[in-house]
Each structure stands twice: as structure tokens, then as C-alpha cells.
């Protein structure tokens, strides 16, 4: 298989997986009190231990580079502006908003700009994907929640851009692991960096929550997971399936946390698993 045909099976379960390793990771951020000082302890965390195992793993192709450069200058970008949505809002009004616009864009800006024509279950399913997860936004109105809403569509589209440019850098690297891991260790100082106001709060912000680099490792295998997938798929109907990281969210605060969901949620939840189900039709 090509990664500009189909998505198989075993693809489609890798990806699952991935998507459940993200939602294992924000489940982490939700719990631990500040999504600002969590996300940053995620983000520096994965980097040292990418940093840590990249004697260990088969190194990118020289071509690759330049998108890892780029990658990890765009991530950087993406987590100033999720840092700045979780300031003027909620993560559960903007989290549902950044996750389920950027497929779109990614599926739109692909068949321009790396030649991918989807079939028409995939569109089906992106939509059916993108469409449950903006359902799980819910209703907040307001003008600060205008600001959050224009704060994760701008994340919307740095989730796009760098899932463009990891999509085609990752196929030149020759090595999905090292590719992932080098934009991981390059992305950590610049988060770093964006946390230096807090910076006396961080390490014994880590110290009360050990759980957290666990988070950052879920984090690299989530990430890692889908380059690959990426690599032997369409990259518009990885970054959809990815999404359904929000269905297993909800199962998460269901089941783990003993939230109440609306129904709306609800709503939204059985559409991304609809779309799930219709990535692999053919």
C-alpha cells in the first residue's frame, strides 16, 4: 500500500491507539489544576526524553531536515497559541474547536499541495469526524468566548501546518522514530522559553505531579504512531482518525473521572465514531 491509497486495517488500529494515547495525555492535563504549567511540564519533558533516546534510533534523511527545522518552529507557534486559549477560556470550549477544524484544513491544503485525492467514504468520514468534534464545543457565548474561539482556530491552523509539513517530511526521512523524536528535543527549549514567567513555579510544579513526564512519553508515541501512519496513508485521513482522541476523551471523564456528559457530547461522540467506522470503507 501506498500512502497516497487506502488506509488498511492494521493502520486504522495504529492510529486508534495513537488517538487513545493523546486523550491518555490531556486526561493528564485536566486533572492536575493549571493547564498552562501542565502543558509546558508535558511539552519539556517529552523533549529531554527524545533527547535522551536519539543515540538509540535510526537518524532522518538529510532531505528531511529543513521540515524538521520548520516542524519544530511551527510547534512552537502552536503552543504559544494554546497557552494563550487556555488563558481566555476554557479547555473544554476550545480544546473540541482546534481539534476538529484542523482535519479540514488539512484535507483541503493536501490535495493542493502534496496531490492527495481522497475517496469519497474518506471526505465522508473526515466530516463525519470533524463534524462530532465541533459538536463537543458546546455553547459558550460571549466576547471572551469569541476570543477563545478565534484564539483555537488560529491553533486550528498551526495543528494544519505542521501536519503538512511533518506529512511530507516524514516520508523523506526514512525514519519515522528519529523524525519524531528531533522535532520533540528541538520544540522543548522554545517551550521553555514561553514559560519563563512562571519559570520558579515549573519544576516544583513537576516535583507534586511525577505523572507528567509519563505524559510526555504518551505524548511522543501518540505523535510518533501517527508519522508513521502518515508514511503509509493519506495524511488528511490520519489527522481525521486522529481526532477520535476526543471519543476516547469522553470515555475517559465517563468512566474515569465520573463526569456528566450533555448530550450534545453525546451527539458529537457517536458521530466521530461513525466517522471512525466509515474510514474504512471502501
Known amino acids: 500500500m501506498t500512502a497516497a491509497s487506502g488506509m488498511s486495517g492494521t493502520v486504522a488500529a495504529c492510529v486508534l491507539g495513537a488517538a487513545l494515547m493523546h486523550a491518555g495525555w490531556n486526561a493528564m492535563l485536566k486533572t492536575r489544576g493549571d493547564a498552562f504549567l ?3 511540564a508535558v511539552a519539556v519533558s517529552a523533549g529531554l526524553l527524545c533527547a535522551l533516546a536519539l543515540p538509540f534510533v535510526a537518524q532522518p534523511a538529510p532531505a528531511s531536515w529543513p521540515y524538521i527545522a520548520a516542524s519544530a518552529l511551527v510547534h512552537v507557534v502552536y503552543y504559544a497559541l494554546l497557552m494563550a486559549t487556555y488563558r481566555e477560556g476554557d479547555v ?3 480544546y473540541p474547536v482546534m481539534r476538529g477544524c484542523a482535519p479540514l484544513v488539512v484535507a483541503a491544503a493536501g490535495l493542493f499541495m502534496m496531490g492527495e485525492r481522497l475517496a469519497a467514504p474518506q471526505w465522508l468520514a473526515i466530516g463525519l469526524i470533524c463534524g462530532g468534534v465541533l459538536a463537543m464545543a458546546g455553547g459558550a457565548q460571549g466576547a471572551a468566548s469569541r476570543r477563545t474561539t478565534l ?5 486550528a491552523f498551526s495543528i494544519a501546518a505542521y501536519t503538512l509539513v511533518d506529512g511530507a517530511g516524514v516520508r523523506l526521512s526514512n525514519a519515522p522514530a528519529g523524525y519524531t523524536m528531533w522535532i520533540f528535543a528541538f520544540t522543548a527549549p522554545g517551550v521553555a522559553a514561553l514559560a519563563m514567567r512562571r519559570r520558579r513555579e515549573l519544576l516544583p510544579f513537576i516535583r507534586a505531579n511525577p505523572a507528567l513526564p509519563g505524559g510526555g512519553a504518551l505524548s511522543v508515541g501518540a505523535y510518533w504512531v ?3 501512519a502518515m508514511t503509509q496513508a493519506p495524511v ?3 489527522a481525521a482518525l486522529r481526532e477520535t482522541s476526543i471519543l476516547f476523551a469522553t470515555a475517559i471523564a465517563v468512566l474515569v473521572l465520573r463526569e456528566r456528559v450533555a ?3 453525546l451527539a458529537g461522540a457517536a458521530l466521530i465514531a461513525c466517522g471512525a467506522a466509515a474510514m474504512r470503507l471502501h
Not at 484564539?151 to 491553533?155: D, F
Request: aromatic share 4%.
Open 151 to 155: 484564539l483555537a482556530l488560529a491553533s
Open 263 to 265: 448530550p450534545r457530547r
Open 226 to 228: 501517527a508519522l508513521w
Open 38 to 40: 501542565s502543558t509546558v
Open 236 to 238: 488528511a485521513a490520519v
Open 92 to 94: 473544554s470550549h476550545a
